[in-house]
């Protein structure tokens, strides 16, 4: 069943010329996901300090959407495993 819900949400993504894609960056991992199924190289990812004082991380990763190359195409969205990836109005 929540396949299914979920399912529906993604085919009611906004996406194509008018639409790009945008990185919530507390939500994201840094597991590279995007990156490998953006065909446009519209996805960066970079290194950023952890911004918690009770845990030393070393390499924390974010990525980034960059907005020119971006197409629209809705790839990443599909495969971030945190939904930290969202479809905005260009």
Known sequence: MMNAVKSEERAK???????????KEEL???????TIVCDDDAIEIYHTPIKSPIMIVDNNK???VLRDPCTGCKLCVLA?????ILM???
Do not use: F
Request: glycine share 10%; charged share 30%; net charge neutral.
């Open 13 to 23: 993504l906004k996406g194509g010329p008018e639409a790009v894609a945008w990185v």
């Open 62 to 64: 974010k990525a980034k």
């Open 28 to 34: 994201c991992i840094g597991c590279d996901q995007c």
């Open 80 to 84: 971030c495993p945190t939904d930290a």
């Open 88 to 90: 905005i109005d260009r």
